[in-house]
């Protein structure tokens, strides 16, 4: 099992999708079936041709699947952040298809690219301490600590300290601090 692909990477989506109660599924099977083109356009690497022509045909497929879940929202409410979207006014103004796709897409991309990076941090950290790895296995309930640290973990120089207080760490002295 690869954990970021087959855990990390399908928990924030299934999630997202509860919460915006995808009918189906159909959102998280798009996200899920590209995960290479998941923040491909955010890499600092030129995209092939062949990467845009992939990356815009995704766009055009959930925009579509968008317009018509909006539309069944807008027929059949639900108890769900789609329909709080889609009913949601200000001043007799209600958000346009273009601004409720933008709010769904935004949702993702946040949700989904900060949960992938705090689960394999977050193992990456317990790998490198093993000794907070076996503090966390002997005593779970540590984990919102755990969790916590992880969000504030600085790959660069922290050690994690999941049995800590909150924001404890313990920075890694530097042979030449000055590189």
Do not use: W
């Amino acid at each position: 099992m690869d954990l970021i692909e087959d855990f990390a990477f399908r928990l924030p989506v299934t999630i997202i999708c509860d919460i915006a109660r995808d009918p189906g599924g159909a959102t998280a099977r798009h996200f899920t079936q590209v995960p290479a083109m998941a923040g491909a356009c955010l890499d600092p690497v030129p995209l092939t041709p062949a990467e845009i022509a992939q990356g815009n045909a995704g766009n055009l497929m959930a925009q579509m699947y968008f317009q018509q879940l909006f539309e069944l929202r807008r027929k059949s409410p639900g108890d769900d952040l789609t329909t709080q979207l889609v009913q949601a006014e200000e001043d007799g103004s209600k958000l346009s298809n273009e601004e409720l796709t933008a709010n769904i897409i935004l949702l993702f991309g946040a949700g989904h690219e900060t949960t992938v990076n705090l689960i394999g941090n977050g193992l990456l950290a317990l790998y490198r301490n093993p000794d907070q790895l076996a503090l966390l296995k002997a005593n779970p309930a540590l984990i919102t600590n755990a969790i916590e640290e992880f969000l504030r973990y600085d790959l660069l120089g922290a050690v994690v300290r999941p049995g800590g207080a909150g924001g404890h760490r313990r920075p890694r002295r530097q042979e030449n601090p000055e590189g």
